[in-house]
C-alpha cells in the first residue's frame, strides 16, 4: 500500500492510562477547563492530524462493566464532549472535531440538530462517534426501561448476543435517523430573500417519515443542512454487527499484523454496506518507562481491547507502516498519557511519517470529508432537474 495515512487521536481525561493523572507530566488541576481542551486539540492540529475523538458516555468511569468500581484513585466525570467540540471549534481552524455521543436512550432528533450546529460552528469539521451503552447502571439514569446485566467473560451465549444484537439493531436505526435529518434541508433551502419576504423555500423542506421498531420520527429537523451536508460517522466496533452500522470511518482493535489483514478482509466484503475508512486503534506510550511507572502507582498492568505499544516513535512508525500493507487506512491514536503522549505524536511520530512519505505535509482540504478523501454528500430527497 503506497497511500497516505490518515491519523487521529483519541482524547480521554488526563489519559487511557487510569493513573495517568498522576503522572508529572499531567495536568490533573485543568482536566475541567476549557483552555485544557482547547491546548490539546491545538496540539494535535500543530501536527496536521485529520481529527480528534472526545469520549464521553452516561456513567462514570469505572474499570467494571456492571457499576461502580469504587476506586477513588482514577479520574472521575467528564465535560460533556460535543459541548467541547462546540467552545473549542471556533478557535480552531482544520482540525476536525469528532465529540462522542452514545446513541442507547438518546433522541436521533436532538443528535441531528446537536451535530449540525457543530459543523456549522466549525464551518465543515464535525463528526459523531456514535457509542452504545449497554450497562444497565446506565439505563437507570433514564428510567424508561431497563436493561439485562451480562457478563463480559460470557459474550458467547445467546441471551448475551440478542442483546448486543439488539443494541446494535437500534443504534442503526439511529444513524439512518440522523442521516435522513441532515437531508431533510436541501443545500439551497434558505432564500433569504428581504425584498419578496422570503426566508425558505418550503419545498426544499422534507418530511423524512421514518418508521421503524425503534424511532418513527416525521421531520423536517429545524437546523438547516450542514455544511457537510453529512458530517463523518464514526464507531467502534469489534463484532460484524459494529461493522455494518453504516458509518463513514470504522475503528477496529487488531492485535497484529495478520488480525489486521483479516480484519480488514472481512470489513470489506461487506461492500456497500460497510465503512468507507477502517482506522485501527493503538494505545501508544512514547515514553518507553512510562507506563512502567503508572503500572505502578495503579497497582496493575494495564491492559485494553486495543494493541498496546510502548516504545520511541520510530517504532510505532514501523508499527504503523507495517500494519498499512493491510489495507488500514488510517490510525486513531490513544495517548496513555495527556499531554506528553500527544506531544510526541504531534512533533516527533509525524515528522517521522512525512519523512517516508506517509502523511501530508499539510492540510490541504476545509473540512474533515476533505481531510479524509470522502465524497461530497449527496442529498437523498432534493430533486435532480431533467434537462431535454
Given at each position: 500500500m503506497?497511500?497516505?495515512?490518515?491519523?487521529?487521536?483519541?482524547?480521554?481525561?488526563?489519559?487511557?492510562?487510569?493513573?495517568a493523572?498522576?503522572?508529572?507530566?499531567?495536568?490533573?488541576?485543568?482536566?475541567?477547563?476549557?483552555?485544557?481542551?482547547l491546548?490539546?486539540?491545538?496540539?494535535?492540529?500543530?501536527?496536521?492530524?485529520?481529527?480528534?475523538?472526545?469520549?464521553?458516555?452516561?456513567?462514570?468511569?469505572?474499570?467494571?462493566?456492571?457499576?461502580?468500581?469504587?476506586?477513588?484513585?482514577?479520574?472521575?466525570?467528564?465535560?460533556?464532549?460535543?459541548?467541547?467540540?462546540?467552545?473549542?471549534?471556533?478557535?480552531?481552524?482544520?482540525?476536525?472535531?469528532?465529540?462522542?455521543?452514545?446513541?442507547?436512550?438518546?433522541?436521533?432528533?436532538?443528535?441531528?440538530t446537536?451535530?449540525?450546529?457543530?459543523?456549522?460552528?466549525?464551518?465543515?469539521?464535525?463528526?459523531?462517534?456514535?457509542?452504545?451503552?449497554?450497562?444497565?447502571?446506565?439505563?437507570?439514569?433514564?428510567?424508561?426501561?431497563?436493561?439485562?446485566?451480562?457478563?463480559?467473560?460470557?459474550?458467547?451465549?445467546?441471551?448475551?448476543?440478542?442483546?448486543?444484537?439488539?443494541?446494535?439493531?437500534?443504534?442503526?436505526?439511529?444513524?439512518?435517523?440522523?442521516?435522513?435529518?441532515?437531508?431533510?434541508?436541501?443545500?439551497?433551502?434558505?432564500i433569504?430573500?428581504?425584498?419578496?419576504?422570503?426566508?425558505?423555500?418550503?419545498?426544499?423542506?422534507?418530511?423524512?417519515?421514518?418508521?421503524?421498531?425503534?424511532?418513527?420520527?416525521?421531520g423536517?429537523?429545524?437546523?438547516?443542512?450542514?455544511?457537510?451536508g453529512?458530517?463523518?460517522?464514526?464507531?467502534?466496533?469489534?463484532?460484524?454487527?459494529?461493522?455494518?452500522?453504516?458509518?463513514?470511518?470504522?475503528?477496529?482493535?487488531?492485535?497484529?499484523?495478520?488480525?489486521?489483514?483479516?480484519?480488514?478482509?472481512e470489513?470489506?466484503?461487506?461492500?456497500?454496506?460497510?465503512?468507507?475508512?477502517?482506522?485501527?486503534?493503538?494505545?501508544?506510550?512514547?515514553?518507553?518507562?512510562?507506563?512502567?511507572?503508572?503500572?505502578?502507582?495503579?497497582?496493575?498492568?494495564?491492559?485494553?481491547?486495543?494493541?498496546?505499544?510502548?516504545?520511541?516513535?520510530?517504532?510505532?512508525?514501523?508499527?504503523?507502516?507495517?500494519?498499512?500493507?493491510?489495507?488500514?487506512?488510517?490510525?486513531?491514536?490513544?495517548?496513555?498519557a495527556?499531554?506528553?503522549?500527544?506531544s510526541?505524536?504531534?512533533?516527533?511520530?509525524?515528522?517521522?511519517?512525512?519523512?517516508?512519505?506517509?502523511?501530508?505535509?499539510?492540510?490541504t482540504?476545509?473540512?474533515?470529508?476533505?481531510?479524509?478523501?470522502?465524497p461530497?454528500?449527496?442529498?437523498?430527497?432534493?430533486?435532480?432537474?431533467?434537462?431535454?
Open positions: 503506497t497511500g497516505k495515512l490518515h491519523l487521529a487521536v483519541a482524547l480521554d481525561g488526563a489519559g487511557w492510562h487510569p493513573a493523572w498522576r503522572d508529572p507530566s499531567a495536568l490533573p488541576d485543568e482536566l475541567f477547563s476549557p483552555g485544557y481542551w491546548r490539546l486539540v491545538r496540539l494535535a492540529e500543530r501536527g496536521n492530524l485529520d481529527f480528534v475523538t472526545i469520549e464521553d458516555a452516561l456513567g462514570l468511569q469505572s474499570g467494571r462493566y456492571d457499576g461502580l468500581d469504587g476506586r477513588a484513585d482514577h479520574v472521575k466525570g467528564r465535560l460533556d464532549a460535543l459541548l467541547i467540540a462546540a467552545r473549542v471549534a471556533p478557535v480552531t481552524t482544520h482540525i476536525g472535531l469528532v465529540p462522542t455521543v452514545t446513541v442507547t436512550h438518546t433522541e436521533p432528533f436532538h443528535v441531528s446537536q451535530l449540525a450546529t457543530l459543523d456549522h460552528l466549525s464551518t465543515g469539521r464535525a463528526g459523531w462517534r456514535a457509542q452504545v451503552s449497554g450497562r444497565p447502571a446506565e439505563a437507570g439514569h433514564f428510567g424508561r426501561r431497563t436493561l439485562p446485566p451480562f457478563d463480559l467473560d460470557h459474550l458467547d451465549e445467546p441471551a448475551t448476543q440478542a442483546h448486543i444484537a439488539e443494541l446494535f439493531a437500534e443504534a442503526a436505526d439511529h444513524i439512518e435517523v440522523v442521516r435522513r435529518l441532515w437531508d431533510s434541508w436541501e443545500d439551497d433551502a434558505e433569504r430573500d428581504v425584498a419578496t419576504g422570503r426566508f425558505i423555500d418550503r419545498d426544499k423542506l422534507h418530511y423524512i417519515d421514518f418508521t421503524g421498531r425503534h424511532f418513527s420520527v416525521k423536517p429537523s429545524i437546523t438547516p443542512r450542514p455544511p457537510q453529512q458530517p463523518v460517522v464514526t464507531a467502534l466496533a469489534h463484532t460484524r454487527a459494529g461493522y455494518e452500522l453504516g458509518t463513514d470511518v470504522l475503528y477496529v482493535t487488531p492485535s497484529s499484523v495478520a488480525d489486521a489483514a483479516g480484519i480488514v478482509t470489513v470489506r466484503s461487506l461492500g456497500p454496506l460497510g465503512p468507507a475508512k477502517v482506522f485501527a486503534d493503538v494505545v501508544v506510550f512514547l515514553d518507553p518507562d512510562r507506563k512502567a511507572r503508572l503500572d505502578a502507582l495503579d497497582g496493575a498492568e494495564y491492559t485494553s481491547d486495543a494493541y498496546v505499544y510502548t516504545g520511541d516513535v520510530a517504532g510505532l512508525a514501523e508499527l504503523l507502516l507495517s500494519w498499512r500493507e493491510t489495507g488500514i487506512d488510517g490510525f486513531r491514536l490513544r495517548p496513555g495527556l499531554p506528553a503522549d500527544l510526541a505524536i504531534a512533533y516527533d511520530l509525524v515528522p517521522l511519517l512525512q519523512a517516508e512519505g506517509a502523511f501530508r505535509s499539510g492540510y482540504a476545509t473540512t474533515l470529508r476533505g481531510h479524509l478523501g470522502l461530497a454528500a449527496q442529498n437523498r430527497y432534493a430533486r435532480t432537474e431533467v434537462t431535454a
